[in-house]
Nanobody
C-alpha cells in the first residue's frame, strides 16, 4: 500500500500563490508517475499536472505558465507551485500516484480563490 499525504491548500486572493505538497510513503517503487488532479463543485475531476520519476512534466492548458510541478525523489514528494491563481482554480486538489499500473489517491486538499 502507498499513502499520500497532501498539504498546502487554503484560501488565497485572486492573483495570489500557493504551493501544494504530496508526500508518498509505504510500498514505494522507483517507477512511478505522480500527478495533481482537481475537482470543482459540479464538475468532473481533471488532470492539472503530472510528472514522471525522470522529471518529464505535462500540464493542463488552463494552468500552463502559471503552475509548476516538481519532485524530490529522495523525499518521495512532489510540489505544485501555483501562481496567478484565479476563481476558476477553486477546487479540491487530489494527489495521485500511478505505481506500476496501480493508482493511489490522496484525500484531497481544498484550494479556494476568493476576494
Amino acid at each position: 500500500q502507498v499513502q499520500l499525504a497532501e498539504s498546502g491548500g487554503g484560501l488565497v486572493q485572486p492573483g495570489g500563490s500557493l504551493t501544494l505538497s504530496c508526500a508518498a510513503s509505504g510500498s514505494i517503487f522507483s517507477a512511478y508517475v505522480m500527478a495533481w488532479y482537481r475537482q470543482a463543485p459540479g464538475k468532473q475531476r481533471e488532470l492539472v499536472a503530472s510528472i514522471t520519476r525522470g522529471g518529464n512534466t505535462n500540464y493542463a492548458e488552463s494552468v500552463k505558465g502559471r503552475f509548476t510541478l516538481s519532485r524530490d525523489n529522495a523525499k518521495n514528494t512532489v510540489y505544485l507551485q501555483m501562481n496567478s491563481l484565479n476563481y476558476e482554480d477553486t477546487a479540491v486538489y487530489y494527489c495521485m500516484r500511478d505505481q506500476l499500473g496501480v493508482v493511489y489517491w490522496g484525500a484531497g486538499t481544498q484550494v479556494t480563490v476568493s476576494s
